[in-house]
């Protein structure tokens, strides 16, 4: 509690980290007291039953990943949750012999753990800045939470905008900053795997395109439709391209975003490797090749001749 307050009164210090950024907002913003002992706020059983009626598709498609992930960090001590965008718990993994433990800390489902109500954690200021964070132990704002030691990543929907936190949340007083690291790394990885099977989730009718992009954790893709028009976009295409961040895309022919003179782009790339798969599942047939794509044979000839592709090869 010194720490924080210590830091707080220094004027340069949030300019500086955005950990001393975070507990100011948490002090000055929010109101909050590091020494309150009042328990984390909870939402009513009809509340939250609501929020999980709203993020129902996306808890669906989450489950497998959240329990993969579980599987990985179960065994030393962490549990897994997943809040929704306010940073209410929707949905958590943890063992029964560590569940009175989280329960105790307010690790559970209905728990508020957005920054406004917690002050600096890992799920809050994960939402409230919109990226990755480890907040270790004492760099919690409230002096009850600092025995834990919290992994997020947030997840975004399918147009574009931040939709969940993904939690690794440990009770263990022997985690390292170290292994602190690692786990948050698997976190950002099933973040962006949710995140993937969302938006594929989303277009069940269009075909995905996948881009090489030089953010490599963000998921790049492209819901494409049968008249070869982009309807959807995930966040790093929408960055990549320079669509709308959020919200839905103005329809736009495929072509228009890669048919550029500089070479092909990750999308052609990935474009060519289609066709090339399914025109050697097809043994060259043209025809039977469209099929497996969902295109017209007219369509396909002109997609190879776009991409240099010769009948004959």
Not at 150 to 162: H, K, L, N, S, T
Not at 174 to 202: H, K, P, W, Y
Not at 253 to 260: A, I, K, N, W
Not at 261 to 285: I, Q, T, Y
Request: include cysteine; glycine fraction near 8%.
């Amino acid at each position: 509690m010194e720490r924080v307050l210590q830091t707080v009164t220094d004027a340069k210090a949030a300019a500086l980290s955005r950990l001393a950024a975070s507990w100011r907002r948490s002090l000055d913003h929010h109101g909050l007291d590091p020494a309150s002992r009042d328990g984390v706020a909870r939402v009513d059983a009809t509340a939250l039953s609501e929020r999980r009626d709203r993020a129902q598709a996306m808890l669906r498609v989450a489950a497998p990943r959240l329990d993969a992930l579980y599987q990985l960090v179960g065994s030393s001590g962490c549990g897994v949750l997943l809040t929704d965008a306010e940073g209410v718990v929707l949905d958590l993994r943890v063992s029964d012999g560590d569940r009175h433990v989280f329960e105790a800390w307010g690790l559970s489902a209905g728990a508020d753990w957005s920054e406004a109500s917690e002050g600096t954690n890992g799920i809050g200021t994960c939402l409230a800045e919109n990226r990755r964070v480890i907040i270790h132990r004492d760099e919690h704002f409230h002096a009850r939470n600092t025995a834990m030691s919290c992994m997020d990543a947030p997840i975004y929907g399918p147009e574009g905008e931040v939709v969940a936190a993904l939690d690794v949340s440990s009770a263990r007083a022997d985690q390292t900053e170290g292994f602190n690291r690692l786990i948050a790394a698997m976190v950002a990885q099933t973040a962006r795997q949710i995140e993937t099977d969302t938006f594929r989730a989303s277009f069940p009718k269009a075909r995905i395109l996948v881009a090489e992009a030089p953010e490599t954790e963000a998921a790049t893709l492209l819901a494409v439709n049968g008249d070869d028009i982009v309807v959807g976009a995930t966040r790093g295409a929408r960055r990549a391209f320079g669509l709308a961040s959020t919200g839905p895309i103005a329809p736009v022919p495929t072509v228009d975003l890669l048919g550029r003179d500089d070479g092909p782009s990750g999308f052609e790339k990935a474009e060519r490797a289609a066709v090339m798969r399914a025109l050697a599942r097809a043994d060259g047939n043209v025809s039977e090749a469209a099929r497996a794509l969902g295109v017209g044979r007219a369509t396909l000839y002109r997609r190879m001749k776009r991409l240099g592709l010769d009948e004959s090869r």
